[in-house]
């Protein structure tokens, strides 16, 4: 099965750049829409990047993703680090071979 | 403002039912697909269950196939997801997402289901 790989935990100080990834184990990640959800303790979870590289309206241009074909993995990155953005972030696709869900196991940012 | 409220988690014994339910606002709900997404303690989060507009299409993980069932009521814009043969690796928090299955728009605040003895 198609599965999505994220570092457990990565952390930088508030106004620093940090970049989380998520490696696709086979195929082509560049296949199926790439999506990012950011989840904080006792908060909905919210989108802050939806097929690959789309912002939604409110999140701030400091989110910004990517795909990189040849590592077959997407990336989020966070520039000006806040201390706000301190929450776990999971990757999420689709097997659409199989017709189901694939999330990462998600990982938890530290803000120093 | 796009809202969506879980309800009716809560401690249920092994071999138990729930049924939770999620009320949406701020958007047309008929008009969007719906999605049931759960976390269990300390672990990530895992796509349960899927319902289409009109209910003509369904979808589950096969880690409830048989004993969950979606549904939605369009006229209370309401979302719905009833666990029968409840285990404990149902413990979870259980998230309503709008969206098609392979997005998830906006989510809700959850509910947590415990299942225990």
């Known amino acids: 099965n198609f599965m999505l790989t994220q570092p457990h935990s990565v952390s930088e100080f508030p106004g620093k750049t940090v970049t989380i990834s998520c490696t696709g184990s086979s195929g082509s990640i560049a296949s199926n829409y790439v999506h990012w959800y950011q989840l904080r303790p006792g908060s909905a979870p919210t989108t802050v990047i939806y097929e690959d590289n789309q912002r939604p309206s409110g999140v701030p241009d400091r989110f910004s993703g990517s795909i990189d074909s040849s590592s077959n993995s997407a990336s989020l990155t966070i520039s000006g680090l806040k201390n706000e953005d301190e929450a776990d972030y999971y990757c999420q696709s689709y097997d659409s071979s199989k017709f189901y869900v694939v999330f990462g196991g998600g990982t938890k940012l530290t803000v120093l | 403002e796009v809202q969506l409220v879980e309800s009716g988690g809560g401690l249920v014994q092994p071999g138990g039912s729930l049924r939770l339910s999620c009320v949406a606002s701020?958007?047309?709900?008929?008009?969007?697909?719906m999605n049931w997404v759960r976390q269990a303690p300390g672990k990530g989060l895992e796509w349960v269950s899927y319902?289409?507009?009109?209910?003509?299409?369904?979808y589950y993980a096969d880690s409830v196939k048989g004993r969950f069932t979606i549904s939605r009521d369009n006229a209370k814009s309401s979302l719905l997801l009833q666990m029968n043969s409840l285990r404990a690796d149902d413990t979870a928090v259980y998230f309503c997402?709008?969206?098609?299955?392979?997005?998830?728009?906006?989510w809700g605040q959850g509910t947590l289901v415990t299942v225990s003895s």
């Open positions: 319902i289409s507009t009109t209910r003509s299409i369904l």
């Open positions: 997402a709008r969206g098609p299955r392979n997005k998830f728009e906006y």
């Open positions: 701020g958007f047309t709900f008929s008009n969007y697909d």
